[in-house]
Antibody, heavy 121, light 109 residues
Framework: DVQLLESGGGLVQPGGSLRLSCRTS????????MTWVRQIPGKGLEWVSG????????YYADSVKGRLTISRDSSTNTVYLQMKRLTVEDSATYYCAKTAGAMVYYYMDVWGKGTTVTVSS | EVVLTQSPGTLSFSPGEKATLSCRASQSVSSNFLAWYQQKPGQAPRLLIYDASSRAADVPERFSGSGSGTDFTLTISRLEPDDFAVYFCQRYGHSPPYIFGQGTKLEIK
């Protein structure tokens, strides 16, 4: 059974940093690209970042480019999202999602339950 | 950048009725790389349809997708109480960002 478990969310002050983790199981981690999608409560979904199966391809939404860094660790089957210089606009629930293929451009076939980031002073 | 428009924002139906949800793209979606997701309150999105018309694993047959180019449709043939949720369409394939529509809320009449 494919499972994705996010962690690392919490309350952080504007300008602060946070690292989100997504621990995965139930599939061959090294064969699939992974993505992060966020959602402001009551609002729509925003694709944030994606990383290819090999880790060589990393992509970001313009709204987070230069502040967020995606990475993956095949030894622990975990994908990370390092978040820096956070603003109130980054407050959202962050979902980790597995894509259906090795490249980031595939659809997302399995989602985690999400972790909530609140940026506030 | 492609914009996906889902209208109307809210649809009201009774259980047993047929619902048709629309997703319109500002540019043609190549290779019909269009997915539909269902999201219930407090839950993560769930993949329903990919490649515009292919049902994901364990998705009931009452859900079907159709369309091509710029106009796509999600049809739920006979609504069950569990189907009342928010539905998002998404373009994927080629270069990011992978845009979502703003969602259509399906509510019980």
């Amino acid at each position: 059974d494919v499972q994705l478990l996010e962690s690392g969310g919490g309350l952080v002050q504007p300008g602060g940093s946070l690292r989100l983790s997504c621990r995965t199981s139930g599939f061959t981690f090294s064969s699939y690209a992974m993505t992060w999608v966020r959602q402001i409560p009551g609002k729509g979904l925003e694709w944030v970042s994606g990383i290819s199966s090999s880790g060589s391809g990393k992509y970001y939404a313009d709204s987070v480019k230069g502040r967020l860094t995606i990475s993956r660790d095949s030894s622990t089957n975990t994908v990370y999202l390092q978040m820096k210089r956070l603003t109130v606009e980054d407050s959202a629930t962050y979902y980790c999602a597995k894509t259906a293929g090795a490249m980031v451009y595939y659809y997302m076939d399995v989602w985690g339950k999400g972790t909530t980031v609140t940026v506030s002073s | 950048e492609v914009v996906l428009t889902q209208s109307p924002g809210t649809l009201s139906f009774s259980p047993g009725e047929k619902a048709t949800l629309s997703c319109r793209a500002s540019q043609s979606v190549s290779s019909n790389f269009l997915a539909w997701y269902q999201q219930k309150p407090g839950q993560a999105p769930r993949l329903l349809i990919y490649d515009a018309s292919s049902r994901a694993a364990d998705v009931p047959e009452r859900f079907s997708g159709s369309g091509s180019g710029t106009d796509f449709t999600l049809t739920i043939s006979r609504l069950e109480p569990d189907d009342f949720a928010v539905y998002f369409c998404q373009r994927y394939g080629h270069s990011p960002p992978y845009i979502f529509g703003q969602g259509t809320k399906l509510e019980i009449k």
